[in-house]
T-cell receptor, first 114, second 114 residues
Framework: ETGVTQSPTHLIKTRGQQVTLRCSSQ?????VSWYQQALGQGPQFIFQ???????GRGNFPPRFSGLQFPNYSSELNVNALELDDSALYLC?????????????FGAGSRLTVL | GESVGLHLPTLSVQEGDNSIINCAYS??????FIWYKQESGKGPQFIID?????DKRQGQRVTVLLNKTVKHLSLQIAATQPGDSAVYFC?????????????FGEGTQLTVNP
C-alpha cells in the first residue's frame, strides 16, 4: 500500500507567477484535501475534491484552484503568487464514509515566493 | 470564526515521564476530534481520535480525554520517548463521516530530553 506522495518537494517562485502542485492519493482513497501550513502554524483547509468535483472550500481566494483526476490524484494551482503564499502545502487523502476525516497526509510541497 | 486553540506552545519532558498536551475548542457543534503528530519535514500523522459521545479513548501509550463541559481536549502520552518529540495538533470537525474540513489548532512542540 503506497501512501500520499507530493511533488515537487521544494520550489521557489517570484511574485505574480503561477504554480502547480501535484498529489497522488493513498491506494483505496477517493477524496483529496489540500491544506496550507504557514511556518509555526497549524494547517488551514483550502479545499477538498471528491468525484472530480470541489466538495468544500475554506477561506481562500479564487486564485487557488484545483483538479481531481479519475485515478483520484489531484493538482493545486495558485495564480498570481503573493509573498504570503509562502508555506508548506499539504495534500491529504481519505475515503468517504466512516472515518472520512482520518486523513493521510503527504510530506508536503514547500513553496517559497520571493 | 470559531477555531481550535492550544494552551501551551511548547512542552519539555524527561524521557520516561508522562506528557499531557492540552487543547481548547470553541465550536460546540464539533462532534469529532483528532490528534495528529508532525515530525520535522513530514506531514501530520494520525495518532488517535474521539467522538463527542465519548469522554475517554485509549490507544497504545496514548489516551485522549474530552471534556465537553469546558470544551477541552487533552492528549496523554505515557512513558514518553525521544521518538515522541514532534509538534502535536488537535483538530476538530463537525461530523465524523461527512468528509468535512478539519480545523487545526496551532500546535504544541513536545521535546523529550534523554
Amino acid at each position: 500500500e503506497t501512501g500520499v506522495t507530493q511533488s515537487p518537494t521544494h520550489l521557489i517562485k517570484t511574485r505574480g507567477q503561477q504554480v502547480t502542485l501535484r498529489c497522488s492519493s493513498q491506494s483505496g482513497h477517493n477524496t483529496v484535501s489540500w491544506y496550507q501550513q504557514a511556518l509555526g502554524q497549524g494547517p488551514q483547509f483550502i479545499f477538498q475534491y471528491y468525484r472530480e468535483e470541489e466538495n468544500g472550500r475554506g477561506n481562500f481566494p479564487p486564485r487557488f484552484s484545483g483538479l481531481q483526476f479519475p485515478n483520484y490524484s489531484s493538482e493545486l494551482n495558485v495564480n498570481a503568487l503573493e509573498l504570503d503564499d509562502s508555506a508548506l502545502y499539504l495534500c491529504a487523502s481519505s475515503l468517504q464514509g466512516r472515518g472520512a476525516n482520518v486523513l493521510t497526509f503527504g510530506a508536503g510541497s514547500r513553496l517559497t515566493v520571493l | 470564526g470559531e477555531s481550535v486553540g492550544l494552551h501551551l506552545p511548547t512542552l519539555s519532558v524527561q524521557e520516561g515521564d508522562n506528557s499531557i498536551i492540552n487543547c481548547a475548542y470553541s465550536n460546540s457543534a464539533s462532534d469529532y476530534f483528532i490528534w495528529y503528530k508532525q515530525e520535522s519535514g513530514k506531514g501530520p500523522q494520525f495518532i488517535i481520535d474521539i467522538r463527542s459521545n465519548m469522554d475517554k479513548r485509549q490507544g497504545q501509550r496514548v489516551t485522549v480525554l474530552l471534556n465537553k463541559t469546558v470544551k477541552h481536549l487533552s492528549l496523554q502520552i505515557a512513558a514518553t520517548q525521544p521518538g515522541d518529540s514532534a509538534v502535536y495538533f488537535c483538530a476538530e470537525t463537525l461530523k465524523e463521516t461527512s468528509g468535512s474540513r478539519l480545523t487545526f489548532g496551532e500546535g504544541t512542540q513536545l521535546t523529550v530530553n534523554p
